[in-house]
């Protein structure tokens, strides 16, 4: 791992796989505060480097110093499930894998909250991290499968690596949206065709504000890809996943990147909702989730799509997209929420306390979880139940979102229910 300034998180990633890991490499950028003494705690052999703006020059430093068999990469503010500790001993004891996909989950995101990366690898004198932003190894990775045939690459089952640092309070801190659009910027610049940098750096402008020119870099990408103008020598990673025990069987264009194609989609779905153009967002949408990529994947497209047939009166429709939703991820507290509020609104009100009540059993501080099953209740005449939901949901809004718990409070005593 490489690290600057991380003495707050850095303690729970490396406790994370200090019970797992041989080794622990951290290369230290320019650190000021605790950061190295808290690495060398946990027992990390710790090396230097001066910063320059590329990632990839840090990370392959980094690698230098590997003297393992297999490397898997952290950040400071990612940390490894245990649950997938015995699917990585196993699936690294095999003679075929170059390399191990591993899901990624975004902590407290309902836009993109999971993604399939490239994080444990062989110690293979020939793989190296390339672009200076969101540093891949799937180049060198895909140069190697050319030449040497013998090898597959793998994925994992279920959420390997848990990632905090894509929280907006934290990315505003760290002023990592500027940082980011900076670096992509200058690489993009000498590398005008390559899609996933467009699609990364479009993401980020429109984050930023940037509408026009997030859909300019955007619709460039797409571009790319559909005008199938794809290196032979840059196959996505995608295309080679295996589970433990059998090749996942789909018929696709192997020079297509669907993984980078359902971002284009998904990020140009978001700016068409922006500008309103519904039928535009929802058609890029409905693009994004046909592709044959990981299901986690499209958990946020599916989402999505619900949220604007429910805002355009179309519930059905959006009932189907969140049911798909909570299918591929039956903890996808969102989901819920959001087929709890279309069937209140289609008056399918059994249907909608279910779905709250799952809502509020993944996460039992869900406030409008409880308001709206509340509501609910009080429709069907559980005038007891739905007092008891409503109760708890001032409760959690006086310690969040106070005003809140005062209007609702307010509405209550107007309606003699307090």
Same mark, same amino acid.
């Given at each position: 791992?490489?690290?600057?300034?991380e003495e707050t998180t850095l303690p729970k990633c490396l406790?994370?796989?200090?019970?797992?890991?041989?080794?622990?490499?951290?290369?230290?950028?320019?650190?000021?505060?605790?950061?190295?003494?808290?690495?060398?705690?946990?027992?990390?052999?710790?090396?230097?480097?001066?910063?320059?703006?590329? &990632?990839?020059?840090?990370?392959?430093?980094?690698?230098?110093?590997?003297?393992?068999?297999?490397?898997?990469?952290?950040?400071?503010?990612?940390?490894?499930?245990?649950?997938?500790?015995?699917? +990585? $001993?196993?699936?690294?004891? $095999?003679?075929?894998?170059?390399?191990?996909?591993?899901?990624?989950?975004?902590?407290?995101?309902?836009?993109?909250?999971?993604?399939?990366?490239?994080?444990?690898?062989?110690?293979?004198?020939?793989?190296?991290?390339?672009?200076?932003?969101?540093?891949?190894?799937?180049?060198? %990775?895909?140069?190697?499968?050319?030449?040497?045939?013998?090898?597959? +690459?793998?994925?994992l089952p279920g959420v390997a690596i848990l990632h905090t640092?894509?929280?907006?309070?934290?990315?505003?801190?760290?002023? $990592?949206?500027?940082?980011?659009?900076?670096?992509?910027?200058?690489?993009?610049?000498?590398?005008?065709?390559?899609?996933?940098?467009?699609?990364?750096?479009?993401?980020?402008?429109?984050?930023?504000?940037?509408?026009?020119?997030?859909?300019?870099?955007?619709?460039?990408?797409?571009?790319?890809?559909?005008?199938?103008?794809?290196?032979?020598?840059?196959?996505? *990673?995608?295309?080679?996943?295996?589970?433990?025990?059998?090749?996942?069987?789909?018929?696709?264009?192997?020079?297509?990147?669907y993984d980078i194609l359902y971002e284009l989609h998904y990020?140009?779905? +978001?700016?068409?909702?922006?500008?309103?153009?519904?039928?535009?967002?929802?058609?890029?949408?409905?693009?994004?989730?046909?592709?044959?990529?990981?299901?986690?994947?499209?958990?946020?497209?599916?989402?999505?799509?619900?949220? *604007?047939?429910?805002?355009?009166?179309?519930?059905?429709?959006?009932?189907?997209?969140?049911?798909?939703?909570?299918?591929?991820?039956?903890?996808? %507290?969102?989901?819920?929420?959001?087929?709890?509020?279309?069937?209140?609104?289609?008056?399918? &009100?059994?249907?909608?306390?279910?779905?709250?009540?799952?809502?509020?059993?993944?996460?039992?501080?869900?406030?409008?979880?409880?308001?709206?099953?509340?509501? %609910?209740?009080? $429709?069907?005449?559980?005038?007891?139940?739905?007092?008891?939901? &409503?109760?708890?949901?001032?409760?959690?809004?006086?310690?969040?979102?106070?005003?809140?718990?005062?209007?609702?409070?307010?509405?209550?005593?107007?309606?003699?229910? &307090?």
């Open positions: 791992m490489i690290v600057r300034n406790g994370s796989v200090k019970d797992f890991v041989d080794e622990i490499v951290v290369l230290d950028t320019g650190s000021t505060d605790k950061t190295t003494q808290i690495a060398q705690q946990f027992g990390a052999k710790v090396h230097y480097f001066t910063w320059n703006n590329n &990632f990839s020059s840090a990370r392959n430093e980094a690698l230098k110093y590997v003297t393992g068999d297999w490397i898997l990469v952290l950040d400071a503010d990612e940390s490894l499930t245990s649950e997938i500790i015995p699917l +990585i $001993k196993s699936a690294i004891s $095999k003679e075929e894998y170059l390399v191990i996909n591993l899901v990624r989950q975004e902590v407290g995101s309902t836009q993109s909250p999971y993604s399939l990366v490239s994080r444990l690898f062989r110690h293979h004198p020939d793989i190296y991290f390339d672009r200076p932003y969101h540093a891949l190894i799937d180049d060198s %990775v895909m140069a190697i499968l050319a030449k040497e045939a013998n090898w597959e +690459i793998g994925y640092g894509y929280q907006k309070a934290v990315i505003n801190e760290q002023n $990592k949206s500027a940082k980011a659009a900076a670096a992509m910027a200058e690489f993009f610049a000498n590398h005008p065709d390559d899609a996933y940098v467009c699609s990364k750096l479009g993401a980020l402008y429109m984050q930023m504000g940037k509408i026009n020119e997030g859909m300019e870099l955007l619709n460039h990408g797409l571009n790319q890809i559909i005008g199938n103008q794809v290196n032979e020598d840059k196959k996505p *990673l995608s295309k080679f996943k295996y589970s433990q025990s059998q090749k996942v069987e789909v018929a696709f264009d192997e020079d297509i990147n990020h140009l779905g +978001i700016a068409y909702t922006n500008l309103k153009n519904l039928p535009s967002a929802i058609s890029h949408y409905q693009a994004a989730v046909k592709l044959p990529i990981y299901p986690l994947l499209k958990l946020g497209g599916y989402n999505n799509l619900g949220n *604007l047939f429910k805002n355009m009166g179309n519930f059905s429709e959006a009932k189907i997209a969140y049911e798909t939703a909570i299918k591929i991820d039956p903890n996808f %507290v969102t989901g819920y929420y959001n087929l709890g509020m279309v069937c209140k609104a289609m008056g399918l &009100f059994a249907e909608a306390i279910d779905a709250y009540n799952n809502a509020i059993n993944l996460n039992p501080d869900y406030a409008e979880a409880y308001q709206n099953l509340g509501v %609910v209740l009080l $429709k069907i005449g559980d005038v007891q139940g739905s007092l008891e939901a &409503f109760e708890y949901a001032i409760s959690l809004h006086e310690l969040n979102n106070p005003e809140e718990a005062q209007r609702l409070h307010q509405g209550l005593k107007e309606m003699g229910l &307090f």
